[in-house]
């Protein structure tokens, strides 16, 4: 049994690995190494965990913090995803928040995250297409009954209510006239990023049934991810309670306001019509079959 | 094992609550995430051993002390209640209860407080009652005795009243009622019943340690931060 540290920081942020259970014997990686706490979390509980950091800024940020926090029990790797090819090591694969950055990255071509140095020079790669590289590098890199971690942000679900408003919006008040044309063609564009965001809530999991993966669970994460205060699995509706959380706030009388109606409109969405696919962020857990 | 996240780190207590269904069975989790959940979850360990000791029942829970703790605690069967419960509707289970602790905490050799007795706290079967969340469980004097249910009322007429501490003449008399109920028997040297709801904010802040809080205790118990003219009103209404 590992020996407690006198004082050790809350990693209440982590809670969502919870859901795995690791073991004293585990070696995990984590992919992008992301959330801070989740590493070091991870690194509490298992044998050791391996970091995987594309970009150097962020590598000396963590190694700070993995002095302070007395982390031994790591390995940090300054490279890209496809530059690993590891077979069967890890009981565990951990990314969190990683598959915004990789899609960001190759749409955008940012260099703010990755540096220019190992950046992928693949810039045509579809987003699909990245993410089907990606998962056949982890599932090569776990091994047999190993798990799959997967946290991320429902972004797209703003993004295109925010469209639908809009449009909503222009069509009311756009006359007869050749403004009808650009209209048209974003009701098109909306059309067109609804229903991709739909098919890529679906696709994720029928991606991670190709690459092999099974019993996959997919769970709604409130208020984001990055620290859930509530987790509920998908295939558990039934059964799980929900209840609108937020993070506490106290300033401003209209933050509360806005705070409070969030909360009616979270309790119809998801109280009432059940609407999971628009909560804010997901996580999936899967594993490799044995 | 499927897992529910419930809650996460409430009032900075570093710990999350679980619910997991493993196969047919379901259980909670309770998991800390610092060194001070780890306080928080052997602590609630403790709790329930004193109230399981001597009952016959096997102690149900299971402490696995890794790195940082992890407690799983059964899923009682029984009636849940709301955090935001209130008096009325609730008069013949806040009795029962009066009754129950009156059995249970003066037939025990060792004298212990619950801490955060609420009615949200209990599960109730018929007269099969279970309490839970021993977070702040901490061992006393037997002179403290009805602490836990002096707390227990203030919290009833902190969301009775709408947080506006008045009380209808109904809900007045009936929490007269009950500390008569408490009171019965009591010995002497009791430094909670004179003065009930002042003694109680009184013990709370002199021994707020004890309750393992790490947050202002101000927010976490209602007691502790209403005024004294309050507490004196209400005193004078139990004790007339």
Not at chain 1, 60 to 70: A, H, M, P, S
Not at chain 1, 188 to 213: D, M, P, R, T, V
Request: one cysteine or more; hydrophobic letters at 40%; aromatic letters at 14%.
């Amino acid at each position: 049994m590992l020996v407690p540290q006198i004082n050790s920081t809350n990693l209440s942020s982590a809670v969502g690995l919870g859901l795995i259970g690791f073991n004293e014997n585990d070696i995990a990686v984590d992919y992008g190494c992301i959330l801070f706490d989740s590493f070091v979390y991870t690194s509490r509980l298992c044998k050791k965990v391996v970091g995987i950091i594309p970009s150097s800024e962020r590598l000396n940020t963590l190694q700070k913090r993995l002095v302070e926090e007395d982390v031994k029990n790591c390995d940090l790797v300054n490279a890209n995803y496809n530059e690993q090819h590891f077979n069967e090591v890890f009981d565990c694969v951990i990314i969190n928040s990683f598959l915004e950055q990789l899609i960001i990255e190759i749409k955008h071509d940012k260099t703010i995250f990755f540096d220019s140095k190992i950046r992928d020079k693949k810039r045509y790669n579809s987003p699909e297409k990245i993410r089907i590289g990606f998962f056949e590098t982890i599932y090569k890199g776990l091994r047999p009954g190993g798990t799959l971690y997967l946290s991320y942000a429902n972004k797209l679900r703003i993004r295109t209510l925010l469209l639908f408003i809009k449009l909503a919006i222009e069509s009311f008040f756009t006359a007869i006239s050749l403004k009808k044309a650009p209209s048209f063609i974003s009701l098109l564009n909306a059309i067109y990023l609804f229903s991709y965001y739909l098919l890529s809530q679906e696709g994720l999991e029928k991606l991670l049934k190709a690459n092999g993966f099974i019993d996959i669970e997919k769970y709604a994460v409130f208020p984001d991810h990055k620290y859930p205060l509530k987790i509920i699995p998908l295939s558990k509706l039934d059964e799980c309670s929900f209840e609108p959380v937020q993070y506490i706030s106290r300033e401003g009388s209209l933050r509360r306001i806005s705070a409070g109606i969030k909360r009616r409109v979270d309790r119809l969405v998801f109280n009432k019509f059940k609407l999971f696919d628009l909560s804010p962020s997901f996580i999936i857990t899967a594993r490799k079959a044995s | 094992m499927l897992c529910e996240l419930i809650t996460n780190n409430t009032h900075n207590n570093n710990t999350a609550l679980y619910k997991c269904y493993n196969s047919n069975k379901v259980f909670y989790r309770k998991a800390a995430f610092s060194h001070w959940g780890n306080k928080v979850i052997d602590n609630e360990n403790k709790g329930y051993e004193w109230f399981y000791k001597d009952t016959g029942t096997v102690i149900e829970t299971i402490l696995r002390k890794k790195y940082f703790y992890e407690l799983d605690i059964p899923e009682f069967k029984g009636k849940k209640f709301s955090s935001e419960s209130v008096i009325s509707g609730n008069e013949k289970i806040i009795e029962m209860i009066i009754d129950f602790y009156k059995g249970k905490w003066s037939t025990k050799d060792v004298f212990a407080i619950h801490g955060d007795l609420a009615l949200c706290n209990f599960i109730i079967d018929k007269r099969n009652i279970k309490l839970v969340d021993w977070e702040h469980f901490h061992y006393s004097d037997k002179e403290f005795f009805g602490y836990d249910i002096i707390n227990m009322l203030f919290i009833f007429i902190y969301h009775e009243s709408k947080r506006t501490f008045r009380l209808s003449k109904r809900n007045r008399d009936f929490l007269r009622k009950c500390y008569i109920q408490l009171i019965e028997g009591v010995e002497n040297s009791n430094k909670i019943l004179e003065k009930p709801f002042q003694n109680s904010k009184a013990y709370l802040l002199k021994f707020a340690d004890r309750f393992l809080i790490n947050t202002n205790i101000y927010k976490k118990f209602v007691l502790s931060g209403s005024p004294l003219s309050v507490l004196e009103h209400f005193d004078s209404i139990v004790t007339k």
